[in-house]
């Protein structure tokens, strides 16, 4: 059974850095990729950014490029979403995600299998 667990969300003001992580556990995940999503209160869930475990090809939605850094660690099946230059538009409650990497970048939240239970980040002026 695939487990994603979240953490390092919190209250941080503008122009701070937080650094999400996200665990899995299950399966080998080498040929994943996995993503961070948000979702702030009465806003749809937006991607974030991508990342596949092998070979850690990266990607990033327009609203982060610059700010926000995706990484993995395979040995300890582990992403982090290093997050700097925070802006109060950038709170929201933060989800990992986790499918078969099939060559394709997939931004869409419905393209995902398997879902953290989110951590929160908020980003005060």
């Known amino acids: 059974q695939v487990q994603l667990v979240e953490s390092g969300g919190g209250f941080v003001q503008a122009g701070d850095s937080l650094r999400l992580s996200c665990a899995a556990s299950?399966?080998?995940?080498?040929?994943?990729?996995m993503a961070w999503f948000r979702q702030a209160p009465g806003k749809q869930r937006d991607f974030v950014s991508h990342?596949?475990?092998?070979?850690?090809?990266?990607y990033y939605a327009d609203s982060v490029k610059g700010r926000f850094t995706i990484s993995r660690d395979t040995a300890k099946n582990t992403v982090y979403l290093q997050m700097n230059s925070l802006k109060p538009e950038d709170t929201a409650v933060y989800s990992c995600?986790?499918?078969?990497?099939?060559?394709?970048?997939?931004?869409?939240?419905?393209?995902?299998?398997?879902w953290g239970q989110g951590t929160q980040v908020t980003v005060s002026s």
């Open positions: 995600a986790t499918r078969l990497y099939s060559g394709t970048v997939y931004t869409r939240y419905s393209d995902y299998t398997y």
């Open positions: 299950g399966r080998t995940f080498s040929t994943y990729a």
């Open positions: 990342i596949t475990m092998s070979g850690g090809r990266t």
